[in-house]
């Protein structure tokens, strides 16, 4: 982090990103780097990634911290979040809620639930 907050524009959480929680908690890691550098941490951007698994059973869903899991109204609400917490750029790894690879496997099925996602983040 001493790195990013020496030289960086932004810093990239090494964690997913899953609600404000997480954002508060970058903010804060790369707050007592700039502290030990002597730097404003209001001059870094703070980006991240986050699993993405909408679906539209509501009995569905994967247990994993790093993934923002549910109907496509949940998830919106999430990726708001996110946003209004100060994170400035998400990386979304879309998937489907049974796809518990890593980096989840990006198929059609995903991308359409995701669509309705991103309708309700435009919506605001």
């Given amino acids: 982090m001493d790195v990013a907050a020496r030289w960086g524009d932004a810093v990239n959480g090494g964690d997913g990103l899953t609600g404000k929680g997480s954002v508060e908690a970058l903010r804060s890691a790369i707050g007592e780097a700039c502290e030990r550098v002597g730097r ?15 679906w539209d059973d509501p009995r569905a869903g994967l247990d994993r911290r790093d993934t923002i899991a549910g109907p496509p109204e949940a998830v919106a609400e999430r990726l708001l979040e996110i946003a209004t917490a100060g994170a400035t750029d998400v990386t979304c790894f879309i998937g489907d809620p049974d796809d518990g690879r890593e980096f989840p496997l990006l198929t059609e099925r995903a991308l359409e639930r995701f669509a309705r996602v991103l309708e309700l983040v435009r919506a605001g």
């Fill in 40 to 54: 404003d941490p209001g001059t870094i951007g703070l980006t991240g990634w986050s699993r993405i698994a909408p």
